[in-house]
């Protein structure tokens, strides 16, 4: 199918039709999640162990921590350790926990979280977690987090990201109240022209869904700041919790949100078949980030994906709809200006002079357009 024929299209919310800041907001994942763990046992030095404002010169999306060495690890395609860190120090000896060659066994690799095993940290929402592990792993080599295995830290961490975004009590949360207090240093507005490009979607014919893993609470939040208070009037449905990966794969039961106040359908979980049947149309697109989520979960059912990376850009200074095998064959080309500064740390997401990162070709086996940029969508359905 030409992704130009599609007549639904389906977009991811966070970190694609919501663009979120690329220094304040990895800081208040780092600084909320922290203030999580110290409530609940972990030392205080947990703030200030690594530079808040320099969150994103540790971090980067793609990487995985490992729950039996405490590693994190970036991989190659064949899961050839390319660069490791314990703690805030690099891992010079990668034989030593992993043999010759380095190699990290990946299993399940259609979940994000394995219990006991691994957390794969996907996409820009993740980097300020990822960054929480190092921390966390060096106090403990320090002597200073006294926890008895990187099993028992992962359950820590896991808890600790429960209250702070996923429980609807919220009282445990340190995310919210900070978020919703100054969303001017974590969102980022939209323009008219933005807005006025997806009402020509739809003139076209095209049904535009809002399909997230965010409540609906949360989502009018960030929309009515980023679109304005009329914001529901661009689309026509709407999926809140929708539980993504599986809600491609598994039948959960769909309830409908009847009292919202929007324009379209609005539903609670559910599932794509569900969707289906219940707004119509023959040929699915999926915009979105997140690696799992949003790129092989819809491809699981035959959907057109679309992958959102920034990282195209802030390497190639790429800013137009590609497909994947012409971005790897792109030269480096670093933009001038404030762009994320990880490379350092963890080199390039794409490859290395021998071969492709895991999580690129993850992306060229499952993907069949990806951008730097949402407004580059566009693009695609101009004629």
Not at 27 to 37: D, P
Not at 355 to 365: C, E, K, M, S, V
């Amino acid at each position: 199918m030409s992704i130009q024929d599609a007549d639904v299209i389906c977009f991811d919310a966070d970190n694609t039709l919501i663009k979120y800041t690329c220094t304040d907001f990895p800081r208040l994942q780092y600084e909320s999640l922290s203030r999580c763990l110290i409530k609940n046992g972990a030392p205080e030095e947990l703030l200030t162990l690594v530079d808040a404002a320099h969150v994103n010169s540790f971090g980067c999306s793609g990487l995985i921590a490992d729950f039996n060495t405490g590693c994190l690890l970036k991989l190659d395609k064949n899961c050839r350790i390319l660069c490791a860190y314990h703690g805030l120090d690099k891992v010079d000896n990668l034989e030593t926990f992993y043999g010759n060659p380095p190699i990290y066994q990946f299993s399940d690799i259609d979940k994000y979280y394995v219990p006991g095993l691994r957390w794969a940290y996907h996409t820009h929402f993740a980097i300020g977690g990822s960054v929480v592990w190092q921390a966390c792993v060096e106090l403990m080599k320090r002597g200073k987090y006294n926890l008895n295995s990187y099993v028992e830290l992962s359950e820590a961490l896991k808890k600790a990201v429960y209250a702070n975004y996923l429980d609807d009590d919220r009282t445990g949360s340190e995310y919210y109240t900070e978020f919703y207090k100054n969303p001017h240093l974590y969102l980022t507005k939209v323009s008219d022209q933005f807005k006025e490009k997806l009402e020509i979607l739809r003139s076209k014919g095209k049904k535009l869904v809002v399909v997230t893993n965010s409540n609906h609470e949360y989502t009018n939040f960030i929309f009515e700041y980023c679109y304005g208070a009329e914001w529901h009037n661009l689309f026509d449905a709407y999926v809140f919790t929708a539980g993504k990966p599986e809600f491609f794969y598994h039948e959960n039961e769909m309830e409908v949100l009847s009292h919202l106040n929007l324009d379209g359908d609005a539903y609670k979980k559910g599932s794509s078949k569900h969707l289906k049947d219940t707004i119509g149309g023959h040929k699915y697109v999926f915009i979105g980030d997140h690696y799992i989520g949003d790129v092989q979960g819809p491809k699981k059912v035959l959907w057109s994906t679309i992958a959102l990376i920034e990282e195209i850009y802030y390497e190639k200074s790429i800013t137009s709809a590609c497909n994947p095998l012409d971005i790897e064959n792109a030269p480096y080309n670093k933009p001038e200006g404030d762009i994320l500064n990880y490379y350092p740390l963890w080199g390039s997401h794409f490859k290395t002079e021998e071969t492709r990162t895991f999580w690129w070709d993850f992306i060229l086996n499952h993907a069949d357009i990806v951008l730097s940029n949402i407004n580059a969508v566009f693009d695609l359905f101009d004629s």
